[in-house]
């Protein structure tokens, strides 16, 4: 992984991490990064910027494209693993989609269900090929 790849890994990592800590807690992210000692580095932030202006669409395609699995059903860690990597594929400087589900797959391997890879990986591929993201 270059330098750039893992830096972007680690960005997502805390990305996720803020985005998941932001649902328990039902706060903004900026509630949550105020109150960090350290903030983010400034790839993490225009993820978390991404994800506020794409998460309603994101949301619609996650849960039109699930089949028998309404948002509320699927593990919390996925539909956030999920709804980040699509808020990414519509950043300007997208690293594209093979990357992104890649990191997506991975992070739902390391912290969620036995299933989750699999699920995630089905239903990203879904929800791209019908908006038709590269």
Not at 39 to 57: C, G, N, Q, R
Not at 82 to 110: H, K, W, Y
Request: aromatic share 8%; charged share 30%; hydrophobic share 40%.
């Amino acid at each position: 992984m270059s330098v750039t790849g893992e830096e972007r890994h680690r960005a997502r990592a805390r990305a996720l991490e803020l985005y998941y800590e932001s649902s328990l807690k039902e706060r903004e992210f900026v509630d949550v990064i105020d109150a960090l000692a350290v903030k983010p580095d400034p790839y993490t932030i225009s993820l978390l910027h991404e994800v506020a202006t794409h998460e309603d669409w994101a949301l619609d395609l996650l849960e039109g494209h699930s089949k028998e699995w309404s948002l509320d059903r699927m593990p919390l860690l996925d539909r956030l693993i999920m709804t980040l990597a699509l808020c990414e594929l519509q950043s300007e400087d997208s690293p594209g989609r093979a990357v992104i589900f890649n990191e997506a797959v991975e992070f739902a391997r390391t912290y969620s269900t036995d299933g989750s890879p699999a699920f995630v990986n089905g239903l990203l591929s879904a929800c791209a090929d019908a908006a038709e993201l590269s």
